[in-house]
């Protein structure tokens, strides 16, 4: 679309499909648009997924197109790694302090040919990939980020800790690593802010009956997606951590960490059903599984479409439902996953896997940006909308 004559301007605080889209909506009605995220890469949780539902579309491949069609608007502003400090004042007049921390890495002299990471000695966790493969001390976040610029994380880089390598720096065909970069400190004047800071997801670590971290092969939801995304540390290969086998018996436990007022998440999160029946069938796609055991207290698709994912689970003839709550998951002697889940009778049952996934759910995201907004949220955090507009307890904040 043309670019329109800009009438003001607008903040958008995170990069997900949410924040993107609004940014995009809004470029295009004439505003200014600065769209800032945390993240080194805009694209937010949608990019760590392999599928969407209903429809099992790639994620990446829907993404992808709005990434790049954010960075050549010509009315958005693109702010990466960095983080809102102060938001002062009113509608139509908001002053906002932003924090931008260094790459090390100049984003317009980057042309993101990734030999600094081929060549850095230095391995670390893979936060993209939750950890469950390792990257470079310079790594961009991932192949498809926009900016596709990496960063240094300065607490794992060899020159920083201890005085010697910059082998980057020397590498670098166009000159790009600059270990001199500081924070730079920003000010900007904004009619409205729209809060896209998204979502967090439920640490099963609170249920310690169910020993997540014990076993790699006790995972949560976004682990599983991640290993089947073909971008994903087994490269779209569903196998076990510990042994790297197919697994033969796959368990879903629902709701962990939703529905439970012992755990003050009394709500349903409407999305791990959907995530848990999608994951199920593309682990079937993936071969080798005799058995999925569905553990759940009520099946919900929310989406009209889904119930189409459950008639054709419903068909597959190696997919069980097992009404009942799942109470304690611990590995046995021989690496198999032992569940022992309560039936309808009241009666206590054990399920024994290879692989079980929590399907963990969803809370507000308890970011520092969310606090600074002060905005009325309801008991759990999530913030409080006018069903008209969206606008928060705050004006010009949506
Ligand atoms: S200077 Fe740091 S980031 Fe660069 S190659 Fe060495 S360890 Fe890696
Ligand atoms: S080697 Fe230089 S240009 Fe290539 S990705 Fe690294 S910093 Fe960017």
């Known amino acids: 679309m043309a670019k329109r004559k800009a009438k003001g301007s607008v903040l958008v605080i995170g990069g997900g ?16 648009v600065f769209l800032l995220d945390q993240a080194p890469s805009i694209g937010g949780h949608m990019s760590q997924l392999d599928k969407t539902f209903p429809t099992n579309d790639c994620a990446m491949c829907i993404l992808s197109p709005r990434m790049h069609e954010v960075k050549s608007q010509g009315n958005i502003r693109l702010l990466t790694y960095c983080r809102v400090e102060a ?15 260094p790459r ?4 317009d002299k980057c042309i993101g040919c990734g030999t600094c990471t081929e060549k850095c000695p230095v391995k670390i966790p893979d936060l993209f990939n939750l950890g469950l493969n390792q990257t470079k001390a ?68 609170r249920i310690a ?9 006790i995972l949560t939801s976004l682990k599983v997606e991640r290993l089947l995304s073909p971008t994903g540390p087994t490269g779209g290969e569903l196998i076990r951590l510990s042994d790297g086998k197919v697994p033969r018996k796959l368990a879903f436990v629902q709701c962990v960490g939703s529905r439970d007022v012992t755990l003050n998440r009394p709500y349903c999160s409407e999305i791990c059903c959907l995530i848990s029946f999608k994951q199920a069938m593309l682990a079937l796609d993936r071969g080798g599984l005799d058995e999925i055991a569905i553990f759940y207290i009520d099946r919900r698709a929310q989406e009209k479409e889904g119930e189409e994912y459950l008639v054709r689970l419903d068909k597959e003839e190696r ?42 759910g969803i809370e507000a995201n308890k970011d520092a940006t969310s ?22 307890s705050r004006p010009g904040i949506f």
């Open 138 to 205: 310079i790594h961009q976040l991932y192949p498809q980020a926009v900016p596709a610029v990496p960063i240094i994380e300065k607490d794992f880089c060899r020159y920083f800790l201890k005085g010697k390598c910059r082998i980057c720096e020397k590498l670098c065909p166009t000159k790009a690593v600059d270990f001199n970069q500081s924070d730079d400190l920003l000010m900007l004047n904004v009619g409205a802010i729209i809060n896209a800071t998204g979502f967090s997801t439920f640490d099963p670590e």
């Open 87 to 101: 938001i002062q004042g009113s509608a139509g007049n908001f002053s906002v302090a932003i924090r931008k921390l």
């Open 104 to 107: 090390f890495v100049d984003e």
């Open 17 to 32: 499909v949410a924040g993107m889209e609004s940014a995009i909506q809004c470029a295009q009605l004439g505003f200014k």
């Open 209 to 217: 009956d169910y020993n997540y971290g014990l076993s790699p092969d």
């Open 319 to 360: 997919v069980r439902f097992i009404k009942g709550k799942v109470a304690r998951i611990f590995p046995d002697e021989n690496g198999s996953l032992v569940l022992d889940y309560s039936d309808l009778e009241g009666g206590f049952q054990t399920f024994r896997a290879d692989m079980v996934v929590l399907a963990v």
């Open 371 to 392: 606090s600074l907004m002060d905005l009325e949220t309801d008991p759990w955090g999530f913030v409080n909308t006018r069903e008209f507009n969206l606008e928060s």
